[in-house]
């Protein structure tokens, strides 16, 4: 049985953080990384470049084998975990094999929530989440002149993107009223709305698909006020769900994701859960979230890697905090916190021009969210005020006028 004294499952940000932090303190601990991508690291973020053909599958990759050898990390592709048992410290694999651990880190991330539409199950759809997924919508896209797209967040929006500017006729349906939602306000959302359909994408929104049917060589999906809508390939982007099936029966307490404390730390001795599939601190509620963005599986991997090498002195995860850039037709739009709050005690400022949007939300004069659209920011700088609880009563007035430089000014104060 092969045996590891840092066993980490899964390769994304949040294990390749894990495993830095642990070698900044441990150079020769064995270590083994377990992944069910059949290829090398990468980022999810760079999928929509890949189906676009703007990046090759080879020139994605975040790490390289010779990491691995230098790191002294075994790299295990295609190794899908099946089982846990926390007592004997042995993680089962799909294929049987099982790998002996000393301390365990779970990173196994995200994957495709399909919903129940009557009917999806019987016709060939396609997700967005792997590197063989883009790679196939990439193929599948050459040979199609319409497509349906459910999900109008990040994901949806990127490969609707990707296929109108393919030539392909594209409708996109979204129950809820707007675009990216829970990422940004109704105004932003319109102007993000407005792009897509002068592109000829297609956009019903406040819309459910009710009944998916396949046709000849193609696909039919009906919604929910009777419209019909046809299609030669089909993209579900309604959200993901945290990977935690294989936990089934390991005694590790689990909610909408890894319930994990501010080290990292699961129920469960010496197991440590980071990134897409934990659920820790939200900084805005003080309740536990799972946060999927890549700030978060960087920060919540490094703080698992460091306490599992035993740093006592690791500062502790003090909440996630949601930050979004997402650029569409060359256009940005960014948003930090909680960009479209609304209700008592926030304080929102909204300045539209012409060419540009910006939404502020304070609290006692706290900045606790900022979204733009076409007005780039320093996001970072935003996001330090919001964990700092800055005070901006006394430059209220000019921080309004111009956050970045202001919100520059103000940490530059602070990290002298």
Known sequence: MPEAKYLLVGSSHAGLEALRAIRRLDSDGSMAML?????????????PYVMSGRSKPDAVILRDQAFFDETGCVYAPGQAAQSLDTKARVVTLADGVQWRYERLLIATGAAPAIPPIPGLQSVPFHVLRTLDDAVTLRTRMGLARRAVVLGAGLVGLHAAETLAEAGLAVSVIEMKTQVLPGYIDAKASARIEAAFASHGIKLLLGRTATQVAALDGGVGVTTDDGRAIEGDMLLVATGVRSCTEWLAGSGIEIDRGVLVDDRMRTSAPDVWAA???AQGLDFASGERQVL?????AVEQGRIAGFDM?????????VGGLPVNTYRFFGR????VGQAAAVGDGF??????????????VLADNR?????TVDDPFDAGIMGELI???VDLGAVKESFLADPTQVGRRLMSEMWR
């Open 347 to 360: 304080e929102v400022v909204e300045q539209e021009q012409p060419r540009t949007y910006r939404r502020i």
């Open 309 to 317: 090498a035993g740093d006592a002195k690791q500062k502790p995860w």
């Open 292 to 296: 999927g963005i890549i700030p978060t």
């Open 332 to 335: 940005p739009a960014v948003s």
């Open 275 to 277: 990134g897409d599939v």
């Open 367 to 371: 900045l606790v969210g900022i979204i």
């Open 387 to 389: 964990r700092r609880r």
């Open 35 to 47: 992944t069910k991508d059949s290829q090398l690291p990468y980022s999810p973020t760079v999928l």
